[in-house]
């Protein structure tokens, strides 16, 4: 049987390796997961990065369920656009741009897996609300954290609830 696959969906103006997919990636792998992270440098849009997503997760080994997805901000949209087609067996989402002005009807139905999302209070660029009308919408997991858009200061915060997250998903299905 091969090992669970977490991929790892960054943002607009991020790269695919920064520093919390990099910190998220070592938890995994201590938990037995093979980790890979997509690079969407250079593109723009939503949707050419969802079509990336999916013919990258295509080309992973087979496996009985999904990948867990972990996304930030453009990349939580991107997770969840792709969800529902990977059969995600999980999403982790942080500073999701959900419901974002003019591009509401767009914000995208996620699978039937369990969500967890982290947002901060000071988020500048996707307000908390946001988050906080996803979360209720679909009954996720909602961590708010007094953090602004980047959450760089609160990684091992993050990196313990994205734990916390993957061990409840190994759990699940044992």
């Given amino acids: 049987m091969t090992e669970p696959i977490v991929?790892?969906?960054h943002g607009q103006d991020s790269e695919p390796w920064g520093s919390k997919v990099l910190a998220m990636a070592v938890r995994a792998r201590a938990l037995g997961f093979?980790?890979?992270s997509v690079d969407y440098r250079g593109i723009d849009d939503p949707q050419l990065?969802?079509?990336?997503?999916?013919?990258f997760c295509k080309d992973l080994p087979q496996q009985q369920t999904g990948p867990v997805l972990v996304g930030s901000s453009l990349g939580g949209h991107v997770a969840t656009a792709a969800s529902i087609e990977l059969n995600a067996r999980g999403l982790f989402l942080l500073a999701p741009a959900f419901y974002m002005p003019g591009y509401e009807r767009y914000t995208p139905k996620p699978a039937a897996c369990p969500i967890a999302i982290?947002?901060?209070w000071r988020d500048a660029i996707v307000p908390v609300d946001n988050?906080?009308?996803y979360a209720r919408g679909q009954h996720?997991?909602?961590?708010?954290l007094d953090a602004d858009h980047r959450m760089l200061a609160q990684v091992n915060t993050i990196t313990d609830?994205?734990?916390f997250f993957l061990r409840s998903l190994a759990g699940a299905a044992s």
């Fill in 118 to 120: 982290v947002h901060g």
């Fill in 140 to 144: 996720a997991t909602l961590h708010v």
């Fill in 131 to 133: 988050s906080i009308r």
């Fill in 7 to 9: 991929v790892f969906s």
């Fill in 49 to 55: 990065r969802v079509d990336k997503l999916l013919a």
């Fill in 161 to 163: 609830y994205f734990e």
């Fill in 34 to 36: 093979r980790a890979e």
